[in-house]
């Protein structure tokens, strides 16, 4: 493999390390269905590749700008919010039964990450106005670079979320049920709290 690209994907792996460390959304979803799912962080990423794969593929296309546009961004924020809001509240409803459901989520994994990412304006800013600068850097090695890009990229997230649903799997042999009922309320408030957030930026 030529070194320049190596170099680039390198790089590439290590934003996207950075990105996936930050906690989010996915994050506290993941954390919530591993208790009850060992492997919730594979279906999991793969609903987050169903949304992103086809937004980098748009990037590359040009409809960024679209996706930038102000009406589109405040569209973006409205749902992501009243999504976030309706999981997180549904999530903290249900704590109490935390041993027989899986905290007000959906029960496909794969549907979770379908829709925590679809409804995340942060995820489409990101890419829009970050991520942007990786897929051009990647378009100068043509169309492999892309797809050796997106693979690594999209891995360095299943490896993530199948490393936070397998440690809250095993998790549950020494947490009291106690204890994995306050860490369900605070999964749902971190969804609520970035629904909050979510819904400031409409007015920003």
């Known amino acids: 493999m030529d070194i320049n ?25 993941t954390i919530a269905k591993g208790y009850s799912n060992r492997n919730a962080g594979i279906m999991i990423a793969a609903g987050h590749a169903v949304v992103e794969i086809p937004l980098i593929a748009a990037i590359y296309l040009g409809f960024d700008c679209f996706i930038s546009a102000p009406q589109v961004v405040k569209a973006i924020y409205i749902v992501g919010a009243l999504m976030l809001f309706y999981l997180g509240f549904k999530m903290l409803r249900n704590a109490s039964n935390v041993y027989i459901k899986e905290g007000g989520l959906p029960t496909s994994s794969l549907i979770t990450g379908i829709v925590l990412t679809g409804t995340n304006p942060a995820f489409y800013l990101w890419w829009v106005f970050i991520g942007m600068a990786w897929i051009v850097g990647a378009t100068k090695f043509g169309l492999k670079g892309i797809i050796l890009f997106t693979v690594l990229h999209w891995l360095c997230d299943l490896a993530w979320c199948e490393f936070l649903s397998v440690g809250a799997f095993k998790s549950r042999h020494w947490l009291s049920l106690k204890a994995q009922r306050i860490v369900f309320r605070i999964c749902a408030l971190v969804l609520i709290g970035f629904g909050a957030w979510f819904g400031i930026n409409v007015f920003l």
Do not use: D, E, N, Y
């Open 5 to 29: 690209l190596s170099l680039f994907l390198l790089s590439g792996v290590g934003i996207s390390i950075t990105v996936i460390l930050i906690p989010g959304p996915i994050t506290a979803a």
